[in-house]
């Protein structure tokens, strides 16, 4: 089971940390992934983190501004997001998956509920 938290409303240029909490099988077993959906838009890759945290993968959209981190102690994934844009506006999810690191949606087959995050302008 996956809870994802910390989204918020921000104006541009500020900065979230969104939270990811898993639950059941051992954490270090997954790797993780952030995907977000704007309003009338399809769910994207946002960003992955690999099984032991070894390697990670982000959208070009996000490269440089967000970064995702794993703390298996805690059983929790986080996604720092700095120099927010109102383009970053989104429901965002965060899931699990049994491969190695994946940018591929149908590779998840865990999901958590969405947080959303608001950036205004």
């Known amino acids: 089971q996956l809870q994802a938290s910390g989204g918020g409303l921000v104006q541009a240029g500020g900065s979230l940390r969104l939270s990811c909490a898993a639950s059941g099988r051992t954490f270090s077993t997954y790797s993780m992934g952030w995907f977000r959906q704007g309003p009338g838009e399809e769910r994207e890759f946002v960003a992955a983190i690999s099984k032991i945290g070894a390697n990670t993968d982000y959208a070009d959209s996000v490269q440089g501004r967000f970064t995702i981190s794993s703390h298996y102690a805690e059983n929790t994934v986080y996604l720092q997001m700095n120099s927010l844009k109102p383009e970053d506006t989104a429901v965002y999810y965060c899931?699990?998956?049994?491969?190695?690191?994946?940018?591929?949606?149908?590779?998840?087959?865990?999901w958590g509920q969405g947080t959303l995050v608001t950036v205004s302008s």
């Open positions: 899931a699990a998956a049994d491969s190695w690191l994946s940018s591929v949606t149908r590779e998840y087959h865990y």
